[in-house]
């Protein structure tokens, strides 16, 4: 089981930059061997996918809508990962979650969420 905890949300004027944390815990010897991502939701929309990294300076992935704006980045000594966002935008107003996923190791069940954080953008 793991347990995620993301914090570092907030209100900002469009433009503005705001960086998200995600403490994970549970399964720490392990950490790496999970797949890192943040995701985002808005009321009656699916949640979608911002951006994932694989391993510590490995592969990324990010949505087409935060190329270029967002990074995502995580230090597997602390378990923790990071979603660097710049030149924030309304449209970027959400609530972000944390997911870890280790089901390539451990079983398709082992994939965990975190409880959310909320960033507003607006003026």
């Known amino acids: 089981q793991v347990h995620l905890v993301e914090s570092g949300g907030g209100l900002v004027q469009p433009g503005e930059s705001l960086r998200l944390s995600c403490a994970a815990s549970?399964?720490?010897?392990?950490?790496?061997?999970?797949?890192m991502s943040w995701h985002r939701q808005t009321p009656g929309k699916e949640r979608e996918l911002v951006a994932e990294?694989?391993?510590?300076?490995?592969?990324?992935n990010y949505g087409d809508s935060v190329k270029g704006r967002f990074s995502i980045s995580r230090d597997n000594d602390k378990n923790m990962v990071y979603l660097q966002m710049n030149s924030l935008k309304p449209e970027d107003t959400a609530v972000y979650y944390c997911?870890?996923?280790?089901?390539?190791?451990?079983?398709?069940?082992?994939?965990?969420w975190g409880q959310g954080t909320q960033v507003t953008v607006a003026s």
């Open positions: 997911k870890a996923d280790g089901s390539a190791w451990y079983g398709p069940d082992a994939k965990y």
């Open positions: 990294i694989i391993t510590a300076g490995g592969t990324t």
């Open positions: 549970g399964h720490d010897a392990y950490f790496s061997s999970y797949v």
